[in-house]
């Protein structure tokens, strides 16, 4: 089967989605958003929807795959960035206090689609963002509640440095390139960091 149809069969199974409705690409957005944020064992994206569940990566490497089966050019996009008290004043009290503490430096994953190809609109692309689920809106996560051909979508974090991923490059393999780089000497803090923020998210941030 595609992808698309395993994303349907694993909403159907869960009464997420109707069984005899279409996968649009406006629902595999809503679908891939809403997944409980927490890292699967794996990034590939039959891993995030077995488990369902997946971070930026897990999240926009199934978005990615999606959006090609339905038609719509896309590209990956990779940008570093710190988690600090202004960038996501979201984070319970522990977190917090990490970041008021130092900047937390990350590297986020998002997409870009071309929605009007073959169009004389054709050079216009969208940002797509689907890494914080709708049961964060009560957290006050910026969460992308629509998604709109044409229209831009907030990106989950304050982007530093923006890097679109060349399709024949292992998109991960880029990420922990940047992520060397750019946490260079606070490597295990990070992951620490990450792990508690998706531990809590894991909690506080499931559908309901």
Not at 22 to 35: G, I, K, N, P, Q
Not at 39 to 48: G, K, L, N, Q
Not at 164 to 186: F, S
Request: glycine letters at 4%.
């Amino acid at each position: 089967m595609s992808l698309t149809s395993d994303l349907k069969a694993g909403a159907v199974a869960r009464g997420l989605f109707p069984d005899n409705a279409t996968v649009t690409a406006a629902a595999a957005f809503a679908l891939v958003r809403d997944m409980p944020y927490e890292r699967a064992s794996a990034r590939a994206p039959e891993t995030t929807i077995a488990e369902w569940r997946g971070t930026c990566s897990g999240k926009h490497y199934l978005l990615q795959a999606l959006f090609t089966e339905l038609g719509l050019s896309n590209t990956l996009i990779a940008c570093t960035h710190e988690f600090t008290a202004q960038s996501a004043p979201w984070l319970p009290a522990d977190l917090r206090a990490e970041v008021e503490r130092a900047p937390v430096p990350d590297v986020h994953m998002f997409l870009r689609v071309q929605p009007f190809p073959n169009t004389e609109r054709a050079d216009e692309w969208m940002t797509v963002d689907a890494t914080w689920p709708m049961a964060g809106t009560a957290l006050g996560l910026p969460v992308n509640e629509h998604f709109e051909l044409g229209r831009d979508q907030q990106v989950a974090c304050d982007p530093i440095e923006v890097f679109h991923v060349p399709e024949d490059t292992d998109p991960q393999a880029l990420k922990d390139q940047l992520t060397a780089l750019h946490a260079a000497g606070q490597l295990e803090r990070r992951e620490r960091f990450i792990v508690a923020l998706t531990e809590w998210l894991g909690r506080a941030a499931r559908p309901a």
